[in-house]
């Protein structure tokens, strides 16, 4: 009796090390699977966007005027987004960034913050200009946020030269994480990021969930449309 037991248990345990090994193997295939589709999958690339073939080699700093969130968003909402976005648009070292703060717009202008399509103060980018020692001013609205799930985050952005005033680039969209190009492209910029240890099937899900996270995505997307050097 003894025997027969000994030789249950160890048939038990074999064919449990067995389904173990499959189980991997199938947590392993499944995985792949997702990172196959991360990679065949359509990413979302910005569609309105105007700009000039190249930005002027005299534009060297950029200010930065308080980011507008209107009614879409209250004011420490967009100052929140601002400071992901300036992370991103450093990053891409396309010229010096300077931020005018509220405090100072307020106190010069009237106003804390400015549309993109608002009217401006008179002498507003000139007087910018001779401030900080700029060459070009940019604006950038939160025309749309919604900070719970799917996520959805609208930039309008502009870049105006100062010497010679005119639009250098605009681009006007809203990012929705329920647009599986979205999705995908969020998860490719997190994935790409990832160390050796973590897959992009295992990094992106949190970037979807997370203001914070699928901003600084936004930000990305946003800020390479900008005319190259």
């Not at 947590?27 to 309105?48: G, I, K, L």
């Not at 396309?94 to 002498?123: K, N, Y």
Request: with cysteine; charged share 20%.
């Amino acid at each position: 009796m003894k025997l027969l037991l000994s030789a249950q248990v160890r048939l038990a345990a074999g064919l449990l090390a067995l389904g173990a090994v499959a189980l991997a193997g199938g947590c392993q295939s499944v995985r792949e699977q997702v990172m196959d589709r991360v990679q065949e999958r359509e990413y979302f690339t910005p569609a309105n966007v105007s700009a000039v073939p190249r930005l002027p080699a005299t534009l060297r700093r950029v200010v930065l005027v308080p980011f507008w969130g209107g009614a879409a968003a209250p004011r420490e909402t967009a100052a929140a987004l601002q400071a992901v976005f300036v992370a991103e648009l450093q990053k891409l070292a396309r010229f010096e960034v300077v931020q005018l703060s509220r405090e100072d717009c307020l106190r010069r202008f009237g106003a804390p913050e400015f549309a993109s399509v608002a009217a401006l103060p008179h002498d507003f980018l000139a007087a910018l200009g001779r401030s900080f020692g700029a060459d070009g001013v940019l604006f950038v609205d939160v025309t749309s946020y919604r900070g719970y799930r799917p996520l959805a985050l609208g930039v309008r952005a502009k870049l105006a030269a100062i010497e010679d005033p005119r639009l250098l680039w605009s681009m006007d969209e809203v990012f929705s994480a329920d647009e599986p190009a979205v999705a995908n492209s969020v998860r490719h910029f997190y994935g790409d990021k990832s160390g050796p240890a973590v897959t992009p099937a295992e990094a992106w899900p949190g970037a979807l969930q997370s203001p914070g996270k699928f901003a600084a995505y936004v930000a990305a997307a946003t800020f390479h449309t900008l005319p190259p050097r």
